[in-house]
C-alpha cells in the first residue's frame, strides 16, 4: 500500500559524492518527517539527516559539515526526499533507508515507513 524506494547509492573513491533519492508512493494522506539513516555491518541502525514538512533539519554530529554542505531536502509534490553527501569516507559505508512519518488514507495516525534500502561504499 505504501512503498519508499531509494536510488543513488554506489561505490564511490574516498572524497568523492553521491546524492541519494526516495520516492513515497501509495494512498499516503500527508507526509510529515523524512529522513535517512545508515546502517553498517554489525553495527546498529543510526540516523543520519531528518527533514520536516516545514523543511527544518538535523543532522547526526558524525555528518555535521561535511552533508550539511549540500543538505538533505524534499520536494512536498513529488514525495520524495534527498540526500547530497560529499566529501565521502570509508567510515560513511553502509546500508541507507529512507524513512518517512505518514499517514495512509485508511489512517487518523502517522506511521514510520521504511524504504528496502540502497548501499553505499566508499573506498579508501
Known amino acids: 500500500q505504501v512503498q519508499l524506494v531509494e536510488s543513488g547509492g554506489g561505490l564511490v573513491q574516498a572524497g568523492g559524492s553521491l546524492r541519494l533519492s526516495c520516492a513515497a508512493s501509495?494512498?499516503?494522506?500527508?507526509?510529515?518527517?523524512m529522513g535517512w539513516y545508515r546502517q553498517a555491518p554489525g553495527k546498529q541502525r543510526e540516523l543520519v539527516a531528518r527533514?520536516?514538512?516545514?523543511?527544518?533539519?538535523?543532522?547526526?554530529d558524525s555528518v555535521k559539515g561535511r552533508f550539511t554542505i549540500s543538505t538533505i531536502s524534499r520536494d512536498n509534490a513529488k514525495k520524495m526526499v534527498y540526500l547530497q553527501m560529499n566529501n565521502l569516507k570509508p567510515e560513511d559505508t553502509a546500508a541507507y533507508y529512507c524513512?518517512?512519518?505518514?499517514?495512509?488514507?485508511?489512517?487518523?495516525?502517522?506511521?514510520?515507513?521504511w524504504g528496502q534500502g540502497t548501499q553505499v561504499t566508499v573506498s579508501s
Open positions: 527533514i520536516t514538512s516545514g523543511g527544518s533539519t538535523n543532522y547526526a
Open positions: 524513512n518517512a512519518d505518514l499517514r495512509t488514507t485508511y489512517s487518523s495516525v502517522s506511521y514510520a515507513y
Open positions: 501509495g494512498i499516503i494522506f500527508s507526509i510529515n518527517g
